[in-house]
């Protein structure tokens, strides 16, 4: 079983709907987890740090659930310009990163 | 913000030579950097963990003497692939942890893609 699991997608949206991604992971040694995006051929890039609490960046918002090793992103209002993939990383005290495989997104007009 | 560069973007190479790519943490010093590979349509997969200092700690499955990692400085650490072959053409990215405060976060380099032929 992969540490960091999410639905691969695609997801095809319209634009201006709000979608949900989840991603569940199974080791307890991670101790930090963030949503990254990345670009065709591009680098992965920061998207937003996730917390218990969770926490919201304009249209973006995150969750953590550790009880249920359950991570969640929510993105309302989509734009094209949100098609990528989005993945969801676990760190660990050593500061590794822990890759899922990617959600896609295309949004489309 | 922070940013991480690496070089080259991009590399040809014939099967048999050695490729050097370097990673430098430009605005902030980076005890620990990793390296990663992305073949297409798969996620990043951790290589290894490059310490300042010390040597480099090899992820199961990669080969320590066909990719050298040396982390000389605080600021850059450079992956050289040995004796390259077409089966080792990738993305190869790299990362550097910024300590902060509240927590420690990880930025990538833009990635080099290596082509052997």
């Known amino acids: 079983r992969k540490e960091v699991e999410q639905d691969p997608g695609p997801f095809n949206v319209p634009e201006g709907a709000t979608v949900a991604f989840n991603c569940t992971y199974s080791n307890s040694a991670s101790q930090s987890f963030f949503w990254y995006r990345q670009d065709c051929r591009k680098e992965p890039k920061l998207l937003m740090s996730v917390y218990s609490s969770g926490n919201e960046d304009g249209r973006f918002t995150a969750q953590l659930n550790r009880a249920s090793q359950y991570i969640s992103l929510l993105i309302r209002d989509s734009k094209l310009s949100d098609s990528a993939t989005y993945l969801c990383?676990?760190?660990?005290?050593?500061?590794?990163?822990?890759f899922g495989s990617g959600t896609r997104l295309l949004v489309r007009p | 913000g922070a940013v991480v560069s690496q070089h080259p973007s991009r590399v040809i190479c014939k099967s048999g030579t050695s490729v050097k790519i370097e990673c430098r943490s430009l605005?902030?010093?980076?005890?620990?950097m990793f390296w990663y590979r992305q073949f297409p349509k798969q996620s990043l997969m951790l290589m290894a963990t490059s310490n300042e200092g010390s040597k480099a700690t090899y992820e199961q499955g990669v080969e320590k003497d066909k990719f050298l990692i040396n982390h000389a400085s605080l600021t850059l650490s450079t992956l050289t692939v040995t004796s390259a072959h077409p089966e080792d053409s990738s993305f190869y990215i790299c990362?550097?942890?910024?300590?902060?405060?509240?927590?420690?976060?990880?930025?990538f380099g833009p990635g080099t893609r290596l082509t052997v032929l």
């Open positions: 990362s550097a942890t910024r300590q902060g405060r509240i927590h420690n976060e990880q930025f």
């Open positions: 605005d902030f010093q980076a005890t620990t």
């Open positions: 990383v676990g760190m660990d005290s050593s500061y590794k990163l822990i």
